[in-house]
């Protein structure tokens, strides 16, 4: 019988080991009567290439030896072969390698891995990075793994932008808009049932059927740009390294000459009783199987206003519990009027309070839920009882679980989110970071997608051209957009002084909403200029409809570092509401009335 176990110690086998990889130029593990080991020398002798085999089953501890091959490789089975110093892998992969000439490049000194780039997340960074490198001609694997929410939700590939944010976001948005045009409707002559209702389930049911349609788009767009996609989650576990579990748990290991971290942020918790078991989050929202009725959303950031936003707008009773102010960060007197707005069109605010435990009172689809509050600014508690609770409270970087640890990725201590120098280095030469998960960086999808494309140019087409991450415009899609660009009235001041600044700005009224006879001067316009850069543009800021749209021209300009005086003389599209950035001659500083009487 052949022999199996060993008096070594583990230790002691895996300094062997290494002893024989370190020692000889080629190391093939083996059985003696295994074929594809057989193959393997085979290969080697043909190539007039010497070898050191070890026949595990000829060899005392042989077995024990395999263990720890499996734990030094990730691969249990034999032939298990070394080049170099390197793991090359089993038989198919030295035979592969033998035919794409890396078994020559390895033998003759070169580090070998399986890719010239693995990138770690299929969201709007990830796969933009991919596709641009393989375009390039690199050879590039790319994974994508949805862990399910608490609740159960999961999606398909594309990441946040594509199942869980922009996308089904803009188009509920679109609904709630909707409903707003029939009512408006009526006053331009079109007549139809009093009795108008929404049905959510259809609703989602579109939006999730277009979302379908992406996620296949993405997955052919990967396969015509020869990305390897690999739907596993995706953990480095030494360097160059990485182990990949699927959602059977099935392990692979991988090795990337390069690697992306792109794998974006998903939903914070309040960490209160109750919030995992009885609240959902805007991953759940959208693919939401029943109407949420009475719904509390907790937040007052983008994603918390927009919700509530067309939840409200859909005919929902839609409250919001804001611990502080909303949309920290923006212009806060731009913020204010978003809420002012949104108050005036049936949102009720709670300010000021925070929850502090969750109770399901009724299990349902929407159930019933309790919840308590406490006052941030007294020792008042409050109680109310909603059919849904959707917390947005921020977001946490995915960085905890992906090894980082073991290939010395710096984070920042307090938001767990990875640093970046000015081309999305890490710390790590060989590592790089993308996107939603990069530290003090814009978190929108168009930034992701720019950084990644530009990072694979400068790595693989010789580009010099960095990401440059000022004046990114963005929209709030609350009901009433609030498109910006630049500094907010506050960073302008803080950062030329209130005397070198001049703030022009102008309430407008668009002419749409005159017929209809709504919210009469409830739009609002302001540009904020260096006095000491003749007047150059810094900041720009749209509380209208389609603020988006507005939005994205001017911060072309702006870009193109646009002045007042440039804007002035601008000929304006009549009637827009965007030409009123054409004609505002009111400065904030002369308290002068800026209402409109009429509809622009
Ligand atoms: P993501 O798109 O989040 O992609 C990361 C991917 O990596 C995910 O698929 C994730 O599951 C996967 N992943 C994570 N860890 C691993 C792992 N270990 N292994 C394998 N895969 C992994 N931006 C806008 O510009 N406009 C908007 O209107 C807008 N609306 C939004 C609305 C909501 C509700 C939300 C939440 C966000 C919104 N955003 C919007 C922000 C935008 O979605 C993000 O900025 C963008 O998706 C970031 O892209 P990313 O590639 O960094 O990460
Ligand atoms: P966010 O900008 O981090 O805001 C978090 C909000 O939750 C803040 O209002 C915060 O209040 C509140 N909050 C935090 N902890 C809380 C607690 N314990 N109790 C009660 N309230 C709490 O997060 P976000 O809205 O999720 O947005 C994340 C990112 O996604 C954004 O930065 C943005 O880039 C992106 N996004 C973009 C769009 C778009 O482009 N239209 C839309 C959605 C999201 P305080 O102010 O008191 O801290």
């Given amino acids: 019988m052949a022999p199996t176990g060993s008096s070594a110690s583990p230790a002691e086998l895996k300094t062997r080991i290494q002893t024989l990889v370190d020692s000889y130029p080629v190391v093939v593990f083996s059985k003696s009567y295994c074929p594809y080991c057989q193959k393997v020398k085979e290969l080697f002798r043909a190539l007039d290439i010497d070898i050191h085999v070890e026949e595990l089953d000829l060899l005392e501890g042989g077995s024990d030896m395999q263990n720890i091959l499996q734990e030094m490789t990730g691969q249990k089975t034999v032939p298990s072969v070394f080049v170099n110093k390197a793991h090359l892998g089993g038989c198919d992969k030295t035979v592969q390698a033998h035919e794409d000439?890396?078994?020559?490049?390895?033998?003759?000194?070169?580090?070998?891995?399986?890719?010239?780039?693995?990138?770690?997340?299929?969201?709007?960074?990830?796969?933009?990075?991919?596709?641009?490198?393989?375009?390039?001609?690199?050879?590039?694997?790319?994974?994508?793994?949805v862990v399910p929410t608490p609740m159960g939700t999961a999606w398909g590939l594309g990441g946040t932008c594509v199942n869980v944010g922009c996308i089904p976001k803009k188009l509920m948005h679109q609904a709630a808009i909707l409903g707003q045009s029939l009512t408006d409707s009526r006053k331009f002559g079109w007549e139809f049932d009093e009795k108008v209702h929404h049905n959510w389930?259809?609703?989602?049911?579109?939006?999730?059927?277009?979302?379908?349609?992406?996620?296949?788009?993405?997955?052919?767009?990967?396969?015509?740009?020869?990305?390897?996609?690999?739907?596993?989650?995706?953990?480095?576990?030494?360097?160059?390294?990485?182990?990949?579990?699927?959602?059977?748990?099935?392990?692979?290991?991988?090795?990337?000459?390069?690697?992306?971290?792109?794998?974006?942020?998903?939903?914070?918790?309040?960490?209160?009783?109750?919030?995992?078991?009885?609240?959902?989050?805007?991953?759940?929202?959208?693919?939401?199987?029943?109407?949420?009725?009475?719904?509390?959303?907790?937040?007052?950031?983008?994603?918390?206003?927009?919700?509530?936003?067309?939840?409200?707008?859909?005919?929902?009773?839609?409250t919001v519990m804001v611990r502080s102010i909303l949309l920290r960060g923006f212009d806060q007197e731009m913020a204010e009027k978003v809420g002012a707005h949104m108050e005036n069109h049936g949102v009720k605010f709670l300010k000021k309070f925070v929850p502090t435990k969750i109770e399901q009172l009724e299990a349902g689809t929407p159930g019933r839920i309790k919840v308590i509050a406490q006052s941030t600014q007294s020792t008042e508690v409050i109680e109310g009882e909603y059919n849904t609770v959707l917390i947005a409270v921020g977001r946490d970087a995915c960085t905890?679980?992906?090894?980082l640890d073991k290939v010395g990725v710096l984070l920042n201590e307090k938001n767990g989110k990875i640093s970046v120098d000015d081309q999305e280095r890490t710390n790590i030469p060989y590592i790089y970071a993308i996107g939603d998960v990069i530290d003090g960086k814009l978190q929108l999808t168009p930034v992701a997608i720019h950084a990644g494309k530009l990072l694979a140019r400068r790595l693989y087409g010789g580009a010099t051209l960095k990401c440059d991450y000022v004046n990114v415009c963005t929209t709030v899609f609350t009901p009433l957009e609030y498109g910006c660009c630049g500094l907010s009235e506050e960073n302008a001041i803080a950062l030329y002084g209130e005397e070198h600044i001049e703030v022009y700005h102008s309430m407008f009224w668009p002419l749409e909403w005159t017929i209809t006879a709504r919210d009469k001067n409830g739009c609002y316009a302001k540009v904020i200029c260096v006095k000491l850069d003749d007047y150059r543009v810094v900041g720009f800021h749209v509380l209208g409809p389609n603020a988006g749209e507005i939005t994205q021209g001017f911060g072309a300009a702006m870009k193109c570092g646009i002045t007042k005086y440039q804007l002035d003389n601008v000929i304006g599209i009549h009637p827009t509401c965007a030409e009123v950035f054409t004609t505002m001659n009111i400065t904030k500083r002369s308290g002068m009335d800026i209402t409109k009487k009429g509809g622009c």
């Fill in 101 to 145: 000439g890396l078994l020559t490049k390895l033998l003759e000194g070169g580090e070998m891995y399986d890719y010239d780039l693995i990138v770690i997340g299929g969201g709007s960074g990830g796969l933009a990075a991919s596709k641009e490198a393989a375009a390039l001609g690199r050879k590039v694997l790319m994974f994508d793994y």
């Fill in 201 to 318: 389930g259809k609703m989602k049911e579109a939006i999730q059927n277009y979302i379908g349609s992406l996620n296949w788009g993405y997955r052919v767009a990967l396969r015509d740009k020869k990305v390897t996609y690999n739907n596993s989650y995706a953990e480095f576990v030494e360097p160059h390294k990485i182990k990949a579990t699927n959602k059977r748990g099935k392990v692979t290991y991988h090795t990337g000459e390069k690697f992306i971290i792109a794998t974006g942020e998903r939903p914070r918790y309040l960490n209160i009783p109750g919030d995992k078991d009885c609240c959902i989050t805007s991953d759940d929202l959208f693919s939401l199987s029943y109407c949420p009725g009475k719904t509390l959303v907790v937040g007052a950031s983008y994603v918390a206003l927009e919700c509530a936003g067309f939840l409200a707008s859909l005919g929902l009773d839609v």
């Fill in 400 to 403: 905890k679980y992906i090894g």
